[in-house]
C-alpha cells in the first residue's frame, strides 16, 4: 500500500495499496509428517527426534517407494545422504531436502542436485532449522499474514476501537483474522467485543511459551468473536509475559496466515518491542488538535525505530486551522487515511454493537476501504 502524504481521502483509506511447543492444556493430534528414505540407523534417530520435536509423525523408507503417492503426496521429503543414490530418477517434486551428518563430503553437493534437492542440512548444526521446515510443511504454512499494528498519538486517540474495527473489516473480506490485545492496561479487547465471558485463553495462559508454537493450536485455543480469534488479557492482574513468550505467539500466528491486527499500548517495553518488530504496517491515530499532534510525534519518534513503514490516520473533529493532510506533514508520515468523526460509536458500544460492526456506519466504511486498499492487487499483502 503505498500512499504519498497527502494522499488519503475522507472517510476512506487511500486509493493507492498500503521451538514448536504444546500449548497447555491444548491436545493437538499428531500430524502428518514427512517421507524420511534412509538405512542410516544413527541419521534415522535423529530425525525420528526432530519429527517429534515438531509435532508429527514420519513414514519411513529405505528407498523411494514403490506406491508413487507415498513419494509426491508427503508434505516435505528427507533423504539421509545414505540412500541419495537409490533416490535417482525418481520424479522431481518439491519439498525434498539432503540431510548429512558428514560436513566435510563435497560428493553430498553433487547428489543433491541429482534428486533435485532444495538444499542440503547438515546435523547437528542444523537441527533447529529442521524442526522449523517439519512443522512448517506439515502446517501447510504459505505467505505469513499481514500484521498491522494499531496504536495511538495521545492516550484516548481511539486506537483500540480502530484496532476492532480493522479486525471486523478483515472477517468480512472472508480471511482468517486474529485480533491482538498488545496493551495489557487497556481493559481487555473481548471486552470491547463483548465476548468476556466466552471461553478461551487469554495472554497469561502463553507467559511460560518458548520457542516454537503450533498455529492450529493457539488459533483453536482462542476466543472466537463475530468472525474474528481474539487474544486478550484477563480481568486479574497478572505479571507481564515476558519477550519471548510474545515473540513465539506472534510468530504461530502469522505462520497461519490471512490478517493479524495488534493494539499497541503507548509505552514501551521489551514486550512490546518484541510485537512491533513482527508489523508489516503501523497505523498511529491522532486526533485533529494541536496538543495530539505534539504528542504523537514523540511516539512515532518511537516507533520508526522500530517500524519500517509507519503511516498516520487522521481522526476529526479538527481544530481551526488544521486538516489531515496538514497533521500527516506535522508529523512526517505518509497519511493512511481520515478516520472520519462518528458521534454515535458510544451509543453501539452502550447497545453491545462493537465498534466497526456495522459495515455502513463510518468506522466500517472506512476498515473496509483500507481491507480494499491494503489487500487488494499491488497492497501491502
Same mark, same amino acid.
Given at each position: 500500500?503505498?500512499?504519498?502524504?497527502?494522499?488519503?481521502?475522507? @472517510?476512506?483509506?487511500?486509493?493507492?495499496?498500503?521451538?514448536?511447543?504444546?500449548?497447555?492444556?491444548?491436545?493437538?493430534?499428531?500430524?502428518?509428517?514427512?517421507?524420511?528414505?534412509?538405512?542410516?540407523?544413527?541419521?534415522?534417530?535423529?530425525?525420528?527426534?526432530?519429527?517429534?520435536?515438531?509435532?508429527?509423525?514420519?513414514?519411513?523408507?529405505?528407498?523411494?517407494?514403490?506406491?508413487?503417492?507415498?513419494?509426491?503426496?508427503?508434505?516435505?521429503?528427507?533423504?539421509?545422504?545414505? !540412500?541419495?543414490?537409490?533416490?535417482?530418477?525418481?520424479?522431481?517434486?518439491?519439498?525434498? +531436502?539432503?540431510?548429512?551428518?558428514?560436513?566435510?563430503?563435497?560428493?553430498?553437493?553433487?547428489?543433491?542436485?541429482?534428486?533435485?534437492?532444495?538444499?542440503?542440512?547438515?546435523?547437528?548444526?542444523?537441527?533447529?532449522?529442521?524442526?522449523?521446515?517439519?512443522?512448517? !510443511? !506439515?502446517?501447510?504454512?504459505?505467505?505469513?499474514?499481514?500484521?498491522?499494528?494499531?496504536?495511538?498519538?495521545?492516550?484516548?486517540?481511539?486506537?483500540?476501537?480502530?484496532?476492532? @474495527?480493522?479486525?471486523?473489516?478483515?472477517?468480512?473480506?472472508?480471511?482468517?483474522?486474529?485480533?491482538?490485545?498488545?496493551?495489557?492496561?487497556?481493559?481487555?479487547?473481548?471486552?470491547?467485543?463483548?465476548?468476556?465471558?466466552?471461553?478461551?485463553?487469554?495472554?497469561?495462559?502463553?507467559?511460560?511459551?518458548?520457542?516454537?508454537?503450533?498455529?492450529?493450536?493457539?488459533?483453536?485455543?482462542?476466543?472466537?468473536?463475530?468472525?474474528?480469534?481474539?487474544?486478550?488479557?484477563?480481568?486479574?492482574?497478572?505479571?507481564?509475559?515476558?519477550?519471548?513468550?510474545?515473540?513465539?505467539?506472534?510468530?504461530?500466528?502469522?505462520?497461519?496466515? @490471512?490478517?493479524?491486527?495488534?493494539?499497541?499500548?503507548?509505552?514501551?517495553?521489551?514486550?512490546?518491542?518484541?510485537?512491533?518488530?513482527?508489523?508489516?504496517?503501523? +497505523?498511529?491515530?491522532?486526533?485533529?488538535?494541536?496538543?495530539?499532534?505534539?504528542?504523537?510525534?514523540?511516539?512515532?519518534?518511537?516507533?520508526?525505530?522500530?517500524?519500517?513503514?509507519?503511516?498516520?490516520?487522521?481522526?476529526?473533529?479538527?481544530?481551526?486551522?488544521?486538516?489531515?493532510?496538514?497533521?500527516?506533514? !506535522?508529523?512526517?508520515?505518509?497519511?493512511?487515511?481520515?478516520?472520519?468523526?462518528?458521534?454515535?460509536?458510544?451509543?453501539?458500544?452502550?447497545?453491545?454493537?462493537?465498534?466497526?460492526?456495522?459495515?455502513?456506519?463510518?468506522?466500517?466504511?472506512?476498515?473496509?476501504?483500507?481491507?480494499?486498499?491494503?489487500?487488494?492487487?499491488?497492497?501491502?499483502?
Amino acid at each position: 500500500m503505498e500512499a504519498s502524504r497527502t494522499s488519503g481521502v475522507r @472517510g476512506t483509506a487511500p486509493t493507492s495499496p498500503p521451538s514448536r511447543a504444546a500449548l497447555p492444556g491444548c491436545d493437538e493430534p499428531r500430524r502428518t509428517g514427512p517421507l524420511i528414505v534412509t538405512e542410516d540407523l544413527g541419521l534415522l534417530d535423529d530425525l525420528l527426534r526432530l519429527c517429534a520435536a515438531a509435532g508429527v509423525e514420519p513414514e519411513v523408507h529405505h528407498r523411494v517407494p514403490e506406491r508413487r503417492a507415498s513419494w509426491t503426496d508427503p508434505p516435505l521429503v528427507l533423504v539421509g545422504d545414505d !540412500a541419495a543414490a537409490r533416490c535417482r530418477g525418481a520424479a522431481r517434486r518439491p519439498g525434498t +531436502l539432503l540431510v548429512s551428518r558428514d560436513r566435510d563430503d563435497p560428493e553430498v553437493w553433487r547428489l543433491a542436485v541429482e534428486i533435485g534437492a532444495e538444499s542440503v542440512l547438515r546435523l547437528p548444526d542444523a537441527e533447529g532449522l529442521l524442526v522449523d521446515r517439519i512443522a512448517d !510443511a !506439515a502446517e501447510g504454512v504459505g505467505r505469513q499474514a499481514l500484521t498491522v499494528g494499531v496504536v495511538g498519538g495521545r492516550g484516548g486517540a481511539g486506537a483500540s476501537t480502530l484496532a476492532c @474495527g480493522l479486525a471486523l473489516g478483515a472477517a468480512r473480506t472472508g480471511r482468517r483474522t486474529l485480533l491482538v490485545d498488545g496493551d495489557p492496561l487497556g481493559g481487555g479487547l473481548d471486552v470491547l467485543l463483548g465476548g468476556e465471558r466466552e471461553e478461551g485463553r487469554r495472554w497469561p495462559d502463553f507467559a511460560a511459551s518458548k520457542g516454537r508454537l503450533a498455529g492450529g493450536a493457539l488459533e483453536e485455543s482462542l476466543p472466537f468473536l463475530r468472525g474474528v480469534r481474539v487474544l486478550s488479557w484477563g480481568r486479574e492482574p497478572t505479571a507481564p509475559v515476558p519477550p519471548e513468550a510474545v515473540r513465539s505467539v506472534l510468530a504461530a500466528a502469522r505462520r497461519r496466515g @490471512g490478517v493479524v491486527v495488534v493494539d499497541l499500548p503507548r509505552g514501551s517495553d521489551a514486550a512490546t518491542t518484541e510485537a512491533l518488530a513482527q508489523l508489516d504496517l503501523g +497505523l498511529i491515530v491522532v486526533p485533529g488538535e494541536l496538543r495530539a499532534v505534539a504528542a504523537a510525534h514523540r511516539v512515532a519518534s518511537a516507533l520508526s525505530l522500530s517500524v519500517s513503514d509507519l503511516r498516520a490516520v487522521v481522526r476529526g473533529p479538527y481544530a481551526a486551522g488544521l486538516d489531515e493532510c496538514w497533521v500527516a506533514d !506535522a508529523l512526517r508520515l505518509p497519511l493512511a487515511g481520515e478516520l472520519p468523526y462518528d458521534p454515535g460509536i458510544v451509543a453501539d458500544q452502550d447497545a453491545g454493537v462493537p465498534p466497526g460492526a456495522e459495515p455502513r456506519g463510518p468506522l466500517g466504511r472506512f476498515c473496509d476501504a483500507f481491507w480494499a486498499c491494503a489487500l487488494g492487487p499491488g497492497g501491502a499483502a
